[in-house]
């Protein structure tokens, strides 16, 4: 596709249910972030996929929290057992990683999560 | 470990005057800055990056390595520049990027 798509672009559930969000880079892109954007606040960081290295799990806030890439491509973030707080948009970056690369992120339009 | 700071969690401006959003980093290296942008309801975009040494919309930022400043500038104002700005730094490498947390441009017409 032309841009980062994230599904579903919203989300309604209940406390306690699992959720899974989708993301989708742009092709041939190495690099894909997560980050969520709760009412009024900033982005906060969750976790880093660069190409097959290890990703960077550090701001994921809590072991219900979870996200997978598979074949270097499609990412889905996973929230366990969804509280209250977890409600945010849900964004999805991607850029081309390379070392000599022009850095700039590419984001999708996010998944709104309601928590009831 | 690289951090970014944006001192000014709202900025409210008058149309016509002029807009300075700050940006202070720290990084043991040379850095690649950017600033993003998110108008209402549309998704976080790329604004302008200091490499490109470009002005996008009148916003111009230059880096300041002395002051480890990456401030954005822009000398007058429109209402169509109400949205939110992150500042972000990108080290050298496959390292992850890192924002700001960001500023709030409400411009008052």
């Known amino acids: 596709g032309a841009g980062v798509s994230q599904s579903p672009s919203n989300k309604v559930t209940e406390k306690g249910k699992d959720v899974e969000l989708r993301c989708d880079p742009i092709?041939?892109?190495?690099?894909l972030y997560w980050y969520r954007q709760s009412l009024g606040q900033g982005l906060e960081f969750l976790i880093y996929?660069?190409?097959?290295?290890?990703?960077?799990k550090s701001g994921l806030p809590s072991d219900r929290f979870s996200a997978e890439r598979t074949g270097g491509s499609v990412s889905t973030l996973t929230i366990q057992r969804t509280q209250q707080e977890d409600s945010a948009v849900y964004l999805c970056?991607?850029?081309?990683?390379?070392?000599?690369?022009?850095?700039?992120?590419?984001f999708g339009e996010g998944s709104r999560l309601t928590v009831l | 470990a690289q951090r970014v700071t944006q001192p000014e969690k709202l900025l409210s401006v008058f149309k016509g005057a002029p807009v300075e959003l700050k940006c202070n980093y720290s990084?043991?290296?040379?850095?690649?800055l950017f600033w993003y942008v998110q108008y209402s309801r549309q998704r976080l975009q790329l604004l302008l990056r200091?490499?490109s040494r470009e002005s996008i919309k009148g916003f111009t930022a230059d880096l300041n390595k002395g002051e480890t400043s990456f401030h954005l500038k822009k000398p007058f104002a429109q209402e169509e520049d109400s949205a939110m700005y992150y500042c972000?730094?990108?080290?050298?490498?496959?390292?992850?990027?890192?924002f700001g947390t960001g500023t709030k441009l409400q411009v008052i017409p």
């Open positions: 970056a991607s850029s081309q990683g390379r070392l000599l690369g022009t850095g700039e992120l590419f």
């Open positions: 092709s041939g892109h190495t690099a």
């Open positions: 996929f660069q190409g097959n290295s290890a990703p960077d």
């Open positions: 990084y043991s290296g040379s850095p690649e």
């Open positions: 200091h490499i």
């Open positions: 972000a730094l990108k080290p050298g490498g496959y390292q992850k990027v890192t």
